[in-house]
């Protein structure tokens, strides 16, 4: 299955049925009058977020959604069927916004939440609805309301409890693959991701979900490498775990960059919670990594975790101290994040 995480659609709800102009005419009815019926409303156009879903590529190949228009009304005062509602499911987490990609029209954050985004025209009111005492066969009937309609963009901000950040090949993609089962691309050059990735990891009976998005790289925000394109993936997440490439000779300038491209790209995510740790152990010697853990925690200002998710080493200890302040985060009575992850 493809990843797509943003799309543009054009919504149009169904305009109302016209009223219908009749009279009654019947044998041995001695007076007649006008029985013409409202026309019925048009289709809706909702949004439901569903389970089931991570990825917007449903909208990748349909991107215009048309509500059928009500039916005419009829004789004896019959009133025109409405339009169906055409339903746009999205998976959790999906934002609704304006043409200008800035007005947020609704946010999807559990199942079974539905928005009305096109409300249906009202049904043309038929001849009955003006008969007066004055008018007696008024032969006036109003056609159907207009429908709405609009540009609107679907933005996917995956929902998770972790979300994994650092330089492009600092082994996100081995943690994740070490602790879930989730099988991201993984090679030994840099962006070998290329759009986010989610995983479930089991801990001590508990689960958590973790995001893993493409690296970060200096000058992101100013759309270098990938940009900060896929950083709003972990904007809902509660705790970052960030993973330094231990191999680096400058450990404490590689985290001071990705904390630099955070707090670029605002949202709080330089303000969230965040574990740091010192990756690739098995890949240096153990003085080499009492140095440099050192040296990174000195720029972290508290101690960091050292790990290696490819030889599993302190792989239990990490997502201990992931869980813990996941709870600590989570409000009394608060359920743990549900979110389809293949």
């Known amino acids: 299955m493809k990843f797509l995480d943003e799309a543009k659609i054009f919504i149009k709800s169904g305009d109302g049925g016209d009223g219908c102009v009749g009279f009654r005419r019947e044998k041995y009815v001695e007076y007649g009058g006008p029985n013409g019926g409202d026309g019925g409303r048009g289709g809706n156009v909702v949004v439901e977020c569903v389970d089931g879903l991570n990825t917007l590529i449903d909208f990748r190949y349909r991107q215009h959604f048309k509500a059928p228009r009500g039916r005419p009304g009829g004789g004896q005062n019959r009133t025109g069927p409405s339009g169906q509602d055409v339903i746009l499911k999205v998976p959790v987490g999906t934002q609704i916004l304006e043409d200008d990609k800035q007005t947020l029209i609704a946010d999807f954050t559990h199942v079974g939440q539905r928005e009305v985004l096109a409300r249906g025209g009202d049904g043309g009111y038929g001849n009955t609805h003006f008969k007066s005492s004055t008018n007696q066969a008024p032969r006036r009937a109003d056609p159907g309301w207009p429908g709405e309609e609009r540009w609107v963009w679907l933005r996917l901000k995956l929902i998770a409890d972790a979300g994994l950040v650092g330089l492009p090949n600092a082994g996100k993609s081995t943690f994740l693959a070490a602790v879930s089962r989730a099988r991201p691309k993984i090679a030994g050059y840099p962006f070998t991701t290329l759009h986010p990735n989610l995983g479930v990891a089991a801990v001590d009976g508990d689960e958590l979900v973790i995001a893993d998005i493409p690296g970060l790289i200096e000058g992101a925000h100013e759309g270098a490498g990938l940009g900060m394109?896929?950083?709003?993936?972990?904007?809902?997440?509660?705790?970052?775990?960030?993973?330094?490439?231990?191999?680096?000779?400058?450990?404490?300038?590689?985290?001071?960059?990705?904390?630099?491209?955070?707090?670029?790209?605002?949202?709080?995510?330089?303000?969230?919670?965040?574990?740091v740790a010192l990756n690739k152990c098995d890949a240096l010697t153990g003085d080499v990594v009492e140095e440099r853990q050192t040296a990174l925690a000195a720029a972290v200002g508290r101690p960091v975790a050292v790990l290696s998710g490819a030889?599993?080493?302190?792989?239990?200890?990490?997502?201990?101290?992931?869980?813990?302040?996941?709870?600590?985060?989570?409000?009394?009575?608060e359920q743990r994040t549900q979110v389809y992850a293949p």
């Open 229 to 275: 394109r896929f950083l709003g993936h972990v904007e809902r997440c509660r705790v970052l775990l960030h993973l330094v490439d231990g191999t680096e000779e400058d450990v404490a300038a590689c985290y001071q960059t990705v904390r630099r491209e955070l707090a670029a790209y605002g949202a709080g995510l330089d303000a969230k919670p965040e574990i």
């Open 311 to 333: 030889a599993g080493i302190g792989v239990k200890t990490v997502l201990g101290k992931l869980l813990s302040a996941i709870a600590a985060d989570r409000g009394p009575g």
